[in-house]
């Protein structure tokens, strides 16, 4: 039986799935993400089982797929800059492996098997520790001639707003990443806690979601603009909480409708295996 194997490497967790040959998820699990790089293609080669074909990485950043290697992953721990993680891991057991972005690892699952099931044109956002984007046009996940087609978080929302990592300011990853949605307001640990707040009727944590969704509609609606396409699949930690973004996200889009007409936003429908059943198929993808 062909099995593949994907590996989400997330800032505080790794999730793994082992995918069949139709798609179906034989087996998951999950772990702390190990102390670096190295030890990360440790735990993958630890998962190799018989009757796995190939191995998928998905990383927080950005990378060089072709040759398999890290380029720009900030969140996880150690170094990763240059680290050859797929030729590392490629002798260690043998397998072809593939190393992606993970939100469009996300992407291509929710395109395969998720949410945007049977669509051609989507656009993804990942609202998590930050927020990832990808995009798929006639049916595939685009790359872009530099390999980082997507970044949907770093469209600007307001020029003079709070100073991001990328070096830009205001950018929506600074309104709808999780810690954006905490910052400002006291007594809230995280925006899973915000948004129990807000719907309970706490208005100083419905207006921070509000915020959120706001910033959100301005890069999807501008990404719509540009790129003609009206199906937005939403997924990440903080989609739980998508419903209460939605009403300011919808403002945004019906400000440009003339031009960019009705848009559909869907959650995600894969949970949090998305990213590791992405990388699993990308894997199983010829190189
Ligand atoms: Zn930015």
């Known amino acids: 039986m062909v099995t593949r194997l994907g590996v989400?490497?997330?800032?505080?967790?790794?999730?793994?799935?082992?995918?069949?040959?139709d798609h179906e998820v034989l087996g998951s699990g999950s772990?702390?993400?190990?102390?670096?790089?190295g030890a990360v293609v440790e735990l993958a080669r630890g998962l190799v089982r018989e009757g796995v074909t190939s191995i998928g990485i998905g990383l927080p950043g950005h990378v060089d797929r072709a040759a398999g290697i890290a380029r720009f992953v900030p969140n996880p721990p150690g170094d990763w800059t240059d680290f050859p993680v797929g030729p590392q891991l490629s002798a260690g057991t043998g397998l072809p492996v593939a190393v992606v972005?993970?939100?469009r690892a996300f992407a291509l699952a929710e395109l395969r098997t998720g949410a945007a099931r049977g669509r051609s044109d989507v656009l993804f956002a990942v609202l998590g520790t930050g927020v990832g984007?990808?995009?798929a046009l006639g049916g595939e996940i685009l790359a872009g001639p530099r390999d980082n087609l997507g970044e949907v978080g770093h469209i600007t929302a307001d020029p003079s707003?709070?100073?991001?990592?990328?070096?830009?300011?205001g950018c929506v990853e600074t309104y709808a990443a999780a810690p954006a949605i905490v910052r400002g307001l006291d007594g809230f640990a995280t925006a899973a806690a915000v948004a129990a707040a807000a719907?309970?009727?706490d208005?100083?944590?419905?207006?921070?979601?509000?915020?959120a969704g706001r910033a959100l509609g301005v890069a999807l609606g501008d990404a719509a603009a540009l790129l003609g396409i009206g199906t937005i699949v939403v997924g990440g930690g903080v989609a739980g909480a998508l419903d209460l973004m939605l009403s300011a996200m919808?403002?945004?889009?019906?400000?440009?409708?003339?031009?960019?007409g009705d848009v559909t936003v869907s959650p995600a429908a894969l949970g949090p295996w998305a990213g590791a059943i992405g990388a699993a198929l990308y894997g199983g993808e010829p190189q």
Do not use: H, Q, Y
């Open 199 to 201: 719907r309970s009727g």
């Open 133 to 135: 984007g990808a995009v």
């Open 8 to 21: 989400d490497v997330g800032g505080t967790t790794v999730k793994w799935a082992m995918l069949g040959a």
């Open 31 to 37: 772990a702390p993400t190990p102390p670096g790089p």
């Open 203 to 211: 208005r100083e944590a419905a207006a921070a979601m509000s915020r």
């Open 250 to 260: 919808r403002d945004e889009f019906e400000r440009r409708r003339p031009l960019i």
């Open 161 to 169: 707003g709070p100073p991001c990592c990328c070096g830009n300011r």
């Open 101 to 103: 972005n993970d939100a």
